[in-house]
């Protein structure tokens, strides 16, 4: 299933709330795999298979996920296989980890990401009060948006709205999340990909933030996972610089997963 976009009258375009109830939404988007994923949190190395995939470029690759095959179909795009590692427990673990400064732009604010604000920069502060080092304020920030935030479908589009709100889905933790650590100087960039729902037993669209702490580590504070598992599969990176980039997923894909 993809998105169409077509004009409607202010009347008949405010009715979408109507239309695109949270179930309607799920069901657009939710990925079965060819069979359920048993444990999924408790994998930490998968093998994907994604079709449709558009181009070789389409998906990225980084210290977690590795493409190990594309495959060119009749109908001109590729079976990709990917294989995703859960995050390393500790810093400095990621082999063939080569040092890098990351861009000047995942520190700075943008309309989603006010992470000037007094009370994103008041918070950030308080948190920082018994932090060590980076990591360990990306840990403790990541704990307090997870506990403090309540896991609703809401559309909160914004970092301060999520704060004021206390209270949305994983676009709203991530913003959050995001504003708080660059405010605490530590670079954060939004990624986009597919998650795994043990509730639905299938895959479905999902932002989370990564950090740069000496290194880039995947974390997501709408689960509270300090460590990104093996179900994360990044589709985009900072993908508010192409908004329709995910629109080459959502709704076509299909997955299959296999153990290494």
């Known amino acids: 299933m993809g998105f169409e976009s077509f004009k409607e009258e202010g009347q008949e375009a ?55 095959k594309s495959e060119k179909q009749a109908d001109g795009k590729y079976i990709t296989t990917l294989r995703v590692k859960s995050e390393p427990k500790q810093i400095g673990q990621i082999l063939g980890h080569k040092k890098e400064e990351p861009d000047p732009k995942y520190i700075e604010e943008t309309a989603e990401v006010q992470s000037h604000h007094p009370m994103i920069r008041a918070l950030a502060r308080e948190l920082s009060v018994d932090s060590k080092n980076k990591w360990q304020l990306a840990k403790d920030i990541n704990l307090w948006v997870y506990l403090n935030m309540k896991k609703e479908m809401v559309d909160t589009v914004t970092a301060l709205d999520a704060l004021l709100e206390r209270r949305g889905e994983c676009q709203s933790h991530t913003f959050l999340f995001t504003a708080l650590a660059r405010a605490s100087g530590i670079p954060t960039r939004i990624v986009n990909g597919l998650v795994y729902s043990k509730e639905y037993e299938g895959f479905l669209y999902h932002a989370w933030p990564e ?50």
């Open 14 to 68: 405010q009715k979408i709330d109507e239309a695109m109830t949270i179930s309607s939404i799920i069901t657009m988007s939710l990925v079965k795999p060819d069979k359920p994923l048993p444990r999924p949190y408790k994998n930490y190395d998968l093998i994907y298979h994604i079709y449709p995939v558009v181009s070789l470029d389409s998906i990225p690759e980084d210290h977690r996920q590795t493409i190990l």
């Open 211 to 260: 950090v740069f702490v000496g290194e880039w580590r995947a974390m997501d504070p709408t689960f509270g996972q300090d460590r990104a598992d093996a179900t994360h599969i990044k589709l985009t990176e900072n993908s508010g610089e192409n908004p329709f980039r995910m629109m080459e997923f959502v709704g076509k894909v299909s997955i299959g997963w296999s153990s290494p």
